[in-house]
């Protein structure tokens, strides 16, 4: 690769912020594009793609929401490839066919349509749900209830995505490749919340729910029906057992194995995730 710019996309999220600060210790030019970012770049605000491409030899792409058309996702790819973009990494979703993935699907069938030199990632659910994001603040308060049961999920460590990620961005024998990003094994939610009690001396509990109470629970905090269904769904899934198979997208793109959720409830309990 060259020393032109790589535009990260979602650069202030959970993965790009990740992807940016990699790229930025292999001392390699970062374009991190944020809608709070100079110059300001939205995926769904067409006028703001120009300035980020400009000159960009690669892409790490992350929809950023569902509420962005396909076809808008679709546009801007085929903009990156006329800009001179030579490479792009996009995160999409690991999980069955199905309703939960009909936006992905489309969104990577449009990337492999560019010509351009792809890679996609297909992640579990993060571990860093938990310290940063969807279930911190039920952690914190002592009680993650959920429609999950007692199914498991393999949950990927956002620092391996990113880690793949830089590689793919940079490295060669990543185009055309599908990775799925998993952890090294499934764990029920129950045992992930026992970990992280275990790790901060706190009295947390997980609590099996029922998904139509979970459902009016999150539209009660304010949350849209619709979206409030899909979360639901999605939980469900774990339950009926979508999340339990290990990938090896990690093995395969960085010839290591990928960080246990042990390894990141420590860090994250030393570091005060979880401190109230």
């Known amino acids: 690769m060259s020393v ?3 535009l990260v996309i979602g650069a202030r999220g959970k993965t790009g912020r990740r992807v940016a600060a990699r790229l930025d210790r292999l001392g390699l030019p970062v374009r991190a594009a944020s809608r709070s970012g100079s110059p300001a770049f939205d995926l769904a ?3 703001t793609w120009r300035p980020a491409l400009a000159g960009a030899g690669a892409v790490y792409l992350v929809p950023m929401h569902e509420s962005v058309p396909v076809a808008t996702v ?3 790819a085929g903009a990156a490839a006329e800009s001179g973009v030579r490479r792009v990494v996009l995160l999409s979703a690991r999980g069955p066919a199905g309703a939960a993935e009909s936006y992905q699907e489309p969104v990577e069938r449009a990337v492999r349509a560019t010509g351009l030199e792809w890679t996609i990632l297909r992640p579990a659910w993060f571990a860093q749900n938990f310290s940063e994001d969807l279930f911190l603040e039920p952690i914190l308060a002592g009680e993650l209830a959920l429609p999950t049961g007692e199914g498991r999920e ?3 460590d956002a620092g391996d995505i990113a880690d ?3 590689a793919a961005l940079t490295g060669d024998g990543h185009a055309g490749e599908i990775y799925e990003l998993s952890g090294p094994e499934a764990l029920s939610f129950r045992t992930a919340v026992e ?3 275990e790790a ?3 009295e947390i509990r997980y609590t099996p729910l029922e998904p139509a109470g979970f459902t009016a629970a999150l539209t009660g905090q304010g949350l849209p029906a619709e979206a409030a269904d899909l979360v639901t769904e999605l939980l469900v899934r774990i339950r009926d057992g979508a999340g339990e198979h290990v990938s090896d997208g990690v093995r ?3 010839g290591r194995e990928p960080r246990s959720f042990a390894a990141y409830v420590k860090e994250a309990a030393q570091a005060g995730a979880w401190s109230a």
Request: glycine share 4%; no cysteine; proline share 4%.
């Open 4 to 6: 032109s710019p790589i």
């Open 45 to 47: 605000d067409r006028d």
């Open 154 to 156: 393999a949950f990927v």
């Open 74 to 76: 679709a546009e801007f």
């Open 195 to 197: 970990l992280i009690a």
């Open 252 to 254: 395969r793109a960085l």
């Open 200 to 202: 901060t001396g706190r």
């Open 164 to 166: 793949v990620a830089a």
